[in-house]
């Protein structure tokens, strides 16, 4: 068997992946947060000031989440558009199937950025 240390950083993603927590008393050394549809904002759930039965999946906090963050005076109601999982630097996100799907759309490269030509317009 080859050490952990040979395995490629995919194949130790998808091994780490396998362990991926389903309930929300499988999330000890994680993150949850959540992503409201309506107003954007994100929320940490997990650890969080809200009570969850421990019991509870967490593709179920999907339908019964509702954002209470105030827009304007009113309250946003927005539902989740995703729950996002953190662990020792890696992001997962949860699908409606209760899936979990890598997420490295956070994260960039230096080559993603270049500096723009300088404008010498006269003002």
């Known amino acids: 068997m080859r050490s952990k240390a040979l395995l490629s ?3 130790q993603l998808k091994a780490f992946g396998s362990t991926l927590p389903t ?3 499988d999330l000890d050394g994680c993150e949850l947060i959540s992503h409201c549809d309506g107003c954007g904002r994100h929320f ?8 969850f039965d421990s019991r509870m999946k967490l593709a179920g906090l999907l ?8 827009l304007n005076g009113r309250v ?9 999982l953190v662990r ?3 992001r997962w996100v949860l ?3 209760g899936e979990w799907r ?3 759309s956070a994260f960039w490269e230096a080559s993603d950025f270049e500096a723009r030509a300088e404008s010498h317009a006269a003002f």
């Open 76 to 84: 946003c109601r927005g539902l989740p558009r995703r729950l996002v």
């Open 23 to 25: 309930r929300i008393a």
């Open 63 to 70: 339908e019964r989440l509702v954002c209470s963050a105030r």
């Open 95 to 97: 699908e409606a199937s």
């Open 44 to 51: 940490q759930l997990y650890p969080g000031h809200a009570d």
């Open 88 to 90: 020792d630097e890696h």
């Open 9 to 11: 950083k995919s194949a």
């Open 102 to 104: 890598e997420d490295d």
